[in-house]
């Protein structure tokens, strides 16, 4: 491990070297001057003359191609346009708009999206481990660069494919597919855009970079979910008018109109009649009834493979399929106790999934918790729980719910191999078949 410490800087600047140097040269510019420089070693020997002269011409023609890429840069711009939302693990694409500026037509140019780059530490390297890591050699697993490269793709959160750019008319445009897959959830930073133009023989590139600051919204990864439609509590249907930030407003049957009262919202003011009356006046609206279900998530959870789970876990069952009469309010603890309503509003359930998308783990305790789900007992018709691992604590905060009247479906993500159940009820879902366990539950 001391051994590892001390090597972790050089695979920071080996990686950013190797970078630059596939956005110099060509596969076949590589290859050309690999061949150099055996020709340049084999040429050291005087008697070998032909040796030294294919060296001699080989970096003539690098040399030239290299001196040509000043005086054919070519004068572009480029605009991206990024979706509003991609999902986790969910390649996708999107399109970069290349427009010429010049007085040619530009060929053979090439784009690369640049996300911010976010270097592991080597804390977060010891604790984490690379999916598959097991499956390589034991040399792979003690130096641990694999490991490195896969913590590097993660904390930037995107890998983007380099992209040919189709040939571009003289004062014209053309659009470019870029095609990317996230890496996690959370958002993504992009800081630029590089456009790489070809030497004549096409064994180097030109480089020129774009400052275009974006970022992206990654939603969490959604799994299919099976038993959506058993999640309902036992409880009636209850008012949608819970309290405050929990309204999700009235339905649209108008029942009849009254006198204007502190606090009623000035869109629900009926001007015709207020102006008849010379006094304001409302609509007023039927009432809607709903199960309301409350997805509790637990963010006490030390292990960030079982933490992200836990989030993708909780996204599925927001996202599955519900019988079209009840609601489902998200809640978990970060720095206080926070509570994304579910309504029938178009973008509810978004808003919820953004929130999941930037959630982070929690050290405060859980108590706060509990106490918020018990002042609002009497408006939840049932409590879906989703823990990553059990314990005591844990264990505790489910029995004080129950105790409660309050029905519960608790969801357990464990680590490979730790299946069992500390009560029969509890749904167990283990790392690495999270997805086939809900669609089979």
């Given at each position: 491990?001391?051994?590892r410490?001390?090597?972790?800087?050089?695979?920071?600047?080996?990686?950013?070297v190797?970078r630059?140097?596939?956005?110099l040269?060509?596969?076949r510019?590589?290859?050309?001057?690999?061949?150099?420089?055996?020709?340049?070693?084999?040429?050291?020997?005087?008697?070998?003359s032909?040796a030294?002269?294919?060296?001699?011409?080989i970096?003539?023609?690098?040399?030239?191609?290299?001196?040509?890429?000043?005086f054919q840069?070519?004068?572009?711009s480029?605009?991206?346009?990024?979706?509003?939302?991609?999902?986790?693990?969910?390649p996708f694409?999107?399109?970069?708009n290349?427009?010429n500026?010049?007085?040619?037509?530009?060929?053979?140019?090439e784009?690369i999206?640049?996300?911010?780059?976010v270097?592991?530490?080597?804390?977060q390297?010891?604790?984490?481990?690379?999916?598959?890591?097991?499956?390589?050699?034991?040399?792979d697993?003690?130096?641990?660069f694999?490991?490195?490269?896969?913590?590097q793709?993660?904390?930037?959160g995107?890998?983007?494919?380099?992209?040919?750019?189709?040939?571009?008319?003289?004062?014209?445009h053309?659009?470019?597919?870029?095609?990317?897959?996230?890496?996690?959830?959370?958002?993504?930073q992009?800081?630029?855009?590089?456009?790489l133009?070809?030497?004549?023989?096409?064994?180097?590139?030109?480089v020129?970079?774009?400052?275009?600051p974006d970022?992206?919204?990654?939603?969490?990864?959604v799994?299919?979910?099976s038993?959506a439609?058993?999640?309902?509590?036992?409880r009636?249907?209850?008012?949608?008018?819970?309290?405050?930030s929990?309204?999700?407003?009235?339905?649209?049957?108008?029942?009849s109109?009254?006198?204007?009262?502190?606090?009623d919202?000035?869109?629900?003011?009926?001007?015709?009649s207020?102006?008849r009356?010379?006094?304001?006046?409302?609509?007023?609206?039927?009432?809607?009834?709903?199960?309301?279900q409350?997805?509790?998530?637990d963010?006490?959870?030390?292990?960030?493979?079982?933490?992200?789970?836990v989030?993708?876990?909780?996204?599925?069952?927001?996202?599955?399929?519900?019988?079209?009469?009840?609601?489902?309010?998200l809640?978990?603890m970060s720095?206080?106790?926070?509570?994304?309503?579910?309504?029938?509003?178009?973008?509810?359930?978004?808003?919820?999934?953004?929130s999941?998308?930037?959630?982070?783990?929690s050290?405060?305790?859980?108590?706060p918790?509990?106490?918020?789900?018990?002042?609002?007992?009497?408006?939840?018709?049932?409590?879906?729980?989703?823990?990553?691992?059990?314990n005591?604590?844990k264990?505790?905060?489910?029995?004080d719910?129950?105790?409660?009247?309050?029905?519960?479906?608790?969801?357990?993500?464990v680590?490979?191999?730790?299946?069992?159940?500390?009560r029969?009820?509890?749904?167990?879902?283990?790392?690495g078949?999270?997805k086939?366990?809900l669609?089979?539950?």
């Open positions: 491990m001391v051994f410490e001390r090597i972790f800087p050089i695979w920071t600047r080996m990686t950013k190797t630059r140097a596939k956005r040269n060509s596969d510019g590589r290859l050309m001057l690999t061949g150099m420089i055996i020709c340049g070693v084999v040429g050291l020997d005087t008697d070998l032909f030294y002269q294919l060296f001699a011409l970096a003539c023609i690098f040399i030239t191609a290299r001196i040509s890429l000043r840069k070519p004068d572009v480029i605009k991206r346009h990024l979706p509003r939302y991609a999902t986790a693990g969910e694409k999107y399109v970069i290349v427009t500026e010049g007085d040619r037509v530009e060929r053979d140019l784009i999206d640049n996300p911010r780059a270097q592991p530490g080597f804390e390297f010891k604790r984490s481990r690379e999916p598959g890591e097991e499956t390589r050699n034991a040399y697993r003690w130096i641990g694999h490991r490195f490269i896969w913590l793709r993660l904390n930037t995107i890998t983007i494919a380099r992209s040919k750019v189709p040939d571009v008319g003289i004062r014209d053309s659009n470019v597919i870029a095609h990317a897959t996230p890496m996690r959830r959370g958002i993504v992009f800081e630029s855009t590089t456009v133009h070809p030497d004549p023989f096409s064994l180097n590139y030109g020129i970079n774009f400052e275009s970022q992206l919204m990654v939603l969490p990864r799994y299919p979910v038993m439609k058993k999640f309902a509590g036992k009636e249907l209850q008012p949608h008018r819970v309290e405050f929990w309204s999700i407003g009235e339905s649209e049957e108008f029942v109109l009254r006198d204007y009262q502190t606090g919202a000035l869109n629900k003011i009926h001007w015709p207020s102006a009356l010379l006094s304001p006046v409302v609509k007023e609206y039927q009432d809607e009834s709903f199960i309301r409350m997805l509790v998530v963010t006490f959870v030390s292990d960030p493979t079982i933490f992200e789970e989030i993708n876990v909780a996204a599925s069952l927001l996202m599955a399929d519900q019988n079209g009469l009840g609601l489902m309010d809640c978990f720095k206080q106790v926070e509570v994304i309503p579910a309504g029938p509003a178009r973008g509810s359930k978004t808003k919820q999934l953004e999941l998308a930037v959630a982070k783990d050290t405060i305790s859980p108590e918790l509990l106490q918020f789900l018990k002042e609002r007992v009497s408006s939840i018709s049932s409590c879906l729980l989703v823990f990553g691992g059990m005591p604590i264990l505790k905060f489910i029995e719910l129950e105790h409660l009247g309050v029905p519960t479906n608790v969801f357990v993500i680590m490979t191999g730790d299946l069992e159940s500390i029969k009820d509890f749904h167990m879902l283990e790392i078949r999270i086939e366990s669609e089979t539950l």
